[in-house]
């Protein structure tokens, strides 16, 4: 059999890849989202960022099934992801898919993940989110658009989505990379830097479903993440000309050379 024909859980196994989901105040979507990713993969580490809710009571449940990490207090977003990378990285894993535990993410789209990085050993893959008709969060669908640019801006790629929290990195690139921030910006400073690292970034679409806003639950902050946001911009628009050009031209000539 080829790898091409495995199935979404050998093929996470066979390239190494783990399932990282922070979770913050989410208990009655956890379950839920925790038993659609265990029909596909085995591997999943669950980063409990200091929910308040009864979010221990049910990854107790799952003691045998899945990796837990837990803050005693919650530090953010980007810190949740460097700890679950962190972990992933000490299991042996090469990849990790993230996923939000809110259940807007679906479990069914993991093979895309795999099958991409099967065919582009090392890249950075993010879901595209198709958003038509949805009813997205205050500030979101501006922020995305915003965050879009600026990201284009910084690294001469084109992505439709940057804010998606669904996506496959190389634990050789993030898992010990210096991050300055904490919050959500977080992911748009790992994509950006690696760009800037030479890594090639791909994206592929993806299911999204946004449940009825009385519903959601979220960390998202539309003020304070998107004046973050705007602050995270505006530094790399200054090191983009110090460091981030350079460094894509250098990484670029060294791919032509090598092939």
Known sequence: MSSLDKNTREKFKALKICVVIPT???AKFLES????????VDDIIVVNDGSPDNTDDILLTYNQKVTVIKHKINQG??????SGFKKAKELGFDYAVTMDSDSQHKATDLYKFAD??????????VGSR???GKELSQGSGFANKFSNFWFTVHTFHRLSDTQTGYRIYPLNQVANMHIFSSKYETELEMLVRCAW????????PIEVYYPPK???VSGFRPARDFT???ILNTIFTIVAFFYGYPSMLVHYLIKKITG
């Open 24 to 26: 913050y105040n989410n």
């Open 228 to 230: 973050r946001i705007s």
């Open 33 to 40: 989202v925790l038993n659609s990713v265990l029909a596909e």
């Open 130 to 132: 198709n958003l038509d």
């Open 77 to 82: 977003k980007g810190i949740a992801l460097r």
């Open 116 to 125: 991409m990085i099967e065919n582009n050993p090392g890249c950075l893959v």
């Open 197 to 204: 690292k030479g890594v090639d970034i791909h994206s592929v």
């Open 214 to 216: 009385g519903e959601r």
